[in-house]
């Protein structure tokens, strides 16, 4: 089960958190929300970007993908972020890292879409592919 929330654009600084929810309701949320029309609105009055984050409850892994530009041809900067196992000491030991790649910011729409649902598909490898910076 995965968090989402969004942070949509307004006169104040406003975060709407949906709590828990399925894979397909949150991909089903994603597709609902108003793209177009949260950009006009950033635009106008200048301040965030619409957001749309999910969190794996389990992981820790996060994901957000943010809207910007145009509202008829805006693109998405993305951040994902992921705990790894890694060597510690010299490979004396093993801890976890969190993770954080150099991510993309030029998203399309139907990619920003295909990076949520490689995160709830928990296909790690194709989410890293899509999202990091070359």
């Known amino acids: 089960m995965a968090n989402y929330r969004y942070n949509g654009t307004s006169e104040i600084d406003e975060v709407?958190?949906?709590g828990v929810a399925s894979s397909s309701?949150?991909?089903a949320a994603f597709h609902a929300f108003d793209w177009p029309g949260e950009v006009k609105n950033a635009n106008r009055i200048e301040r965030c970007s619409p957001t749309f984050s999910v969190?794996?409850?389990?992981?820790?892994?996060?994901?957000w993908v943010s809207a910007h530009g145009d509202p008829t041809s805006f693109i998405f900067v993305s951040h994902y972020s992921y705990i790894k196992r890694v060597e510690k000491w010299f490979g004396l030991s093993e801890g976890d890292a969190h993770?954080?790649?150099?991510?993309?910011?030029?998203l399309s729409l139907g990619e920003a879409s295909e990076a949520v649902r490689f995160f709830l598909a928990e296909r790690h490898e194709e989410l890293l592919a899509l999202v990091s910076a070359a």
Do not use: M
């Not at 794996?56 to 994901?63: A, C, F, N």
């Open 25 to 27: 309701e949150i991909e």
């Open 55 to 63: 969190q794996d409850v389990d992981s820790g892994r996060e994901l």
């Open 16 to 18: 709407e958190d949906r």
């Open 99 to 106: 993770r954080s790649p150099n991510c993309r910011q030029d």
